[in-house]
């Protein structure tokens, strides 16, 4: 609702100013924050703004926004970032300002579908949003409960010299107990020395019992041998795409740290240039199709993710989607 605008223009300006960022930067988040937030009151009546600040290193910090929407859509997104180009009679440089002024942007729409909106803004230019290693890319959308303050939702990526591992969870329940689960089992990952995952989930499962407990996927990534070996626990759906064909890994029974199956083994699967494994929470409706999304795999992997969310999202729990795309 547009009285909203500017308190979310306010309540992001000053957590921005709270983290790295130079005045400079702090302006050309503002605008892009405001022409976002304005979008959705004025062409598509209302929607969902996200957004999060994270820090890969001591010394620098990402801002990330994203406006969604279930608006008319765009049927051509190019001539519409052109500034001078408007639907309503308004001056039209709204999409041209946000894709100036961030280091990345990115527009996805489709008529009757709706709109996603992305941009984001680096301290410094070597800075990347999400995580990148070395032959795969990662992103992911985390969005806690409404009227939560927290997220119960949570991933966490260790690299090795011929691995990349990845570990995705749902803290059972929502709130602050189900964070502290997440965030105890990804300490437990950066920690642990095996690499093999179910070596991973017993050494997890020992340490956060005295958690209320999660389910979650581990997904190894070897560049040597080319392959995933994948193992989870609980109801954590997984998709390995190549283009529009998958295939659905099936996780255990179980909560990692209260009960776990006395015999787990892991699923190996082939790796292939572009292949996408998605993961999602059950705060996600299991029965997207990715065919509904043309075209959408020229995009970054975060508007995937947004697309999926906007669509299958349960309004119930958290909801998550992970994207991890060989590169």
Not at 84 to 111: E, K, N, W
Not at 181 to 194: K, N, T, V
Not at 212 to 218: S, Y
Request: charged residues 25%.
């Amino acid at each position: 609702e547009r009285s909203y605008v500017s308190y979310i223009k306010r309540e992001i300006h000053n957590r921005v100013l709270r983290a790295k960022f130079s005045e400079t930067q702090a302006g050309k988040i503002d605008i892009i924050v405001s022409e976002i937030s304005s979008n959705l009151v004025k062409h598509a009546g209302g929607g969902e703004l996200l957004f999060r600040i994270s820090e890969p290193d001591e010394k620098n910090s990402v801002f990330e926004v994203l406006g969604i929407d279930q608006g008319p859509g765009i049927a051509d997104t190019a001539r519409m970032i052109r500034d001078g180009v408007s639907t309503t009679h308004t001056l039209g440089q709204g999409l041209g300002a946000i894709h100036r002024l961030s280091d990345m942007a990115q527009l996805y729409s489709r008529p009757g579908w709706g709109t996603i909106v992305y941009g984001m803004v680096k301290t410094k230019n070597k800075v990347i949003a999400g995580t990148g290693t070395s032959g795969i890319d990662i992103r992911a959308l985390c969005v806690n409960k409404p009227r939560e303050a927290v997220c119960g939702d949570g991933y966490r990526v260790k690299q090795t010299r011929s691995e990349v591992i990845i570990f995705f969870g749902d803290g059972l329940g929502h709130g602050p107990r189900a964070k502290e689960a997440i965030d105890r089992a990804g300490e437990c990952l950066l920690e642990c020395q095996a690499d093999e995952p179910v070596g991973i989930i017993r050494e997890m499962h020992e340490k956060i019992r005295r958690t209320r407990g999660l389910v979650g996927t581990l997904a190894v990534y070897n560049r040597q041998r080319n392959e995933w070996r994948l193992c989870g626990v609980g109801n954590i759906s997984t998709r390995l795409y190549c283009g529009v064909q998958f295939k659905n890994y099936m996780s255990y029974n179980g909560t990692i740290g209260l009960n776990l199956p006395s015999s787990m083994n892991a699923s190996t699967f082939p790796a292939e240039m572009n292949q996408f494994v998605i993961m999602c929470s059950d705060g996600v409706r299991t029965r997207w199709d990715l065919n509904k999304y043309p075209s959408i795999l020229k995009y970054d992997a975060m508007m995937l993710a947004a697309a999926i969310y906007k669509d299958n999202a349960r309004g119930t729990d958290d909801a998550s989607v992970l994207i991890a795309k060989v590169s």
